[in-house]
């Protein structure tokens, strides 16, 4: 009878399945934010402007109904100080303005940065701007080229009517069929795999060291708790130290408790400290704008799990690059924020277009279901982050797990502060770099086994790996040279191999020749500053190639030199640069160079070393080459916008077959517990120190 129910009990799992998916499934269908919506048609103005009633012109001149830029900083200035004003709407004519126009608003303080947003002009007619419990005296519009302002309106409050709780409007039909085959599906996968009976067989068998485990995060916890009031001396218990001084001794707990596994099984302890840390960045962050685009990436998560995603005016401002979404410097400026944020949810502000993105798609569905269930605004954008750390996580867990030597190497780079930041927040960087190492860590593995053939699962994960690494940028199309490049007595079945190989390549120079294509015969990356002209940039290329080469080289020779390392190994964005990098660079390389054994005979040889440069400079080339034309204005003798953390994806190979097999320090193998553990420490109080003085600092 136990035989029949193992045999069976997946079946009864199917309502189950069913009843989540309904709910997942009408979550993703049911609009953001509350019934509320800021009607500002039957609201009154108390003063209005537009062109011509401006009280200053900075360079610029007004032509016919549109003021057009004359000189280097063009900018117009309206006067709304005879009034008490708390909010305004403006709209343009978006045919005779730039796609951007960046918006500056005086509450007493003069014209700033932390009163500052970006319109996007081509988003909606209406913008609606309600600064956070301030009045506002003047208002500044700097634009690029020219700017055709059709109305701007002042209001004390704007009018609000209640259309009550939002409608999914989704077929019934429709959820319920989706939901069946989906827990059919999940019940069928169960019936074969038996993952329930393996995950409790797991759990069974380890459940001593499970249950001591767990005894030592609540004692880390209560240890975390007498540590922040030691700290706070008197003052208030502040959530956030708490979490930063728990994250200190979760660790120590976990060095202890995998020590005995740190060189056979590194992934192990790599996977308990990257949670850790990671977790301890999401949930000790201020909310809002923190790393590189992020608005920009929380849109992509919103638009990408239904038809159509109607967001409230909380989602509108984090999407849009404002001031209002910038964390504060206090822990009362951001518990304020967070409070506004809450309380813009309850209002509707527009739909968007769906819009497919892979690396988004977890978030996605988590932001949805948390507001479906009810967590306030600030609640569920904080946990949408928890799926990014999870698959960048596992994700280098695998990749670290498949490697037969540079372990403890992989785990230092995937733990770079700038690595970690990046995955605790909205971004596409995290899944590029995770894929990216474990396509690298396969194409190693495999090299470093001559005798045995590379099987078809391998193979696909390889290549797999890669394509997924290179989806939301496709210029890392180069890493597919690897698999192209592994020895043939490896390979089986040559016709199936490599046209897997060359089916994921020729893909991926599809998309960069789209990419390319449109943004050459487009107005350039707005981001990018004044005269941006991908086409006229692009014939310079071709008319003086010289040059360019000379432009080019500089550009790279400084690029890739070890004093930027610290730029990809540190930095926090906008929050500013930490001062850990020196650590992680005397690291990885003694990593290099000592993490090595056996296998590293393979990989350690003239030939990889020199793929794996060649990688590293012509994915720069491609990368620096296309923000030259799309970013750089036109004629500049630099290149503009090639960030230092494009490297992150590359620098593995080259660290890695950096080494020599013969010159392998015996060193190494002898304390090699010692050196997984050392490593693990010093790379764990960098990430402590710097976000301690990068972030936390600003929740005291």
Known sequence: MTERIKKYYSFALFPVYAVIFYIVITALMTPLGGGKYYDVKNSTPVLSGKTGQEIMLNDCKIEGDAYIANGEDPYVVFDCSSAPIRVFTVSFSAEKSDAAVSVYYDTGAGFNEKETYTIFIADNENHIFYPMNKNIRYLRFDFRNKLKLEKVDFYNELTVVDAGAPSSGANIIIILSASIFLAGLLTFIEYKLKLLLKILSAIKNNGKSILLFVAGICASALIAVGATLLFLRGKPFNLYIFIFFFTFFAIILEAFFFWKTVIEKTERLFLAICLTLGFMMIFATPAGH???????????????????????????????????????????????????????????????????????????????????????????????????????????????????????????????????????????????????????????????????????????????????????????????????????????????????????????????????????????????????????????????????????????????????????????????????????????????????????????????????????????????????????????????????????????????????????????????????????????????????????????
Not at 433 to 447: D, M, P
Not at 544 to 554: D, M, N, Q, V
């Open 290 to 700: 923190v790393s590189w685009d992020d608005g920009i990436h929380y849109k992509y998560a919103l638009s990408t799990t239904s038809s159509q995603t109607q967001y409230s005016r909380a989602d509108a401002i984090v999407m849009k690059v404002s001031s209002l979404s910038r964390p504060g410097d206090s822990l009362s400026e951001n518990i304020q924020r967070n409070i506004f944020f809450n309380g813009e949810d309850e209002y509707s502000a527009g739909e968007l277009k769906f819009n497919l993105n892979i690396p988004h798609f977890c978030s996605g569905v988590t932001i949805k279901l948390l507001r479906y269930l009810g967590f306030s605004f600030f609640a569920a954008f904080i946990l949408g982050k928890v799926p990014i750390l999870l698959i960048y996580a596992f994700v280098c867990y695998f990749a670290i797990k498949k490697l037969n030597s540079g372990k403890m190497l992989l785990s230092v780079i995937a733990l770079f502060p700038t690595c970690l930041f990046v995955a605790s927040n909205y971004s596409y960087d995290y899944w590029v770099i995770a894929f990216s190492f474990l396509g690298v860590a396969y194409y190693y593995s495999e090299v470093q086994k001559p005798l045995e053939p590379i099987s078809n699962k391998d193979t696909i994960i390889m290549c797999g790996a890669f394509l997924l690494a290179a989806i939301p940028k496709a210029i890392y199309l180069t890493l597919l040279a690897l698999p192209l490049l592994m020895p043939k007595k490896k390979i089986s079945d040559k016709k199936k191999y490599y046209l897997t190989c060359i089916a994921a390549f020729v893909f991926l120079a599809i998309l960069v020749l789209i990419k390319a294509k449109s943004s050459v015969s487009g107005s350039g990356d707005i981001r990018g500053g004044e005269n941006i002209d991908p086409s006229a940039q692009l014939s310079g290329i071709l008319a003086h190639p010289l040059s360019y080469a000379k432009i080019l080289t500089g550009f790279l020779t400084k690029y890739l030199s070890i004093g930027t390392m610290r730029e990809y190994i540190s930095c926090f964005a906008a929050v500013g640069m930490s001062k850990s990098a020196p650590v992680f660079i005397c690291l990885i390389m003694a990593l290099a160079v000592i993490d090595k054994n056996e296998h590293d005979i393979k990989t350690a040889n003239l030939k990889e070393k020199s793929v794996a440069l060649l990688v590293l400079i012509i994915t720069s080339a491609m990368m620096a080459t296309a923000l030259y034309i799309d970013f750089t204005p036109v004629g500049l003798n630099t290149i503009n916008g090639c960030q230092e953390r494009y490297l992150l994806p590359l620098i593995f190979p080259v660290f890695y077959t950096i080494g020599s097999f013969e010159d392998y320090i015996k060193l190494g193998k002898k304390n090699r517990t010692f050196i997984n553990l050392a490593s693990f420490g010093l790379c764990s109080i960098g990430v402590l120190n710097d976000f301690y003085n990068m972030i936390l600092i600003k929740m005291l």
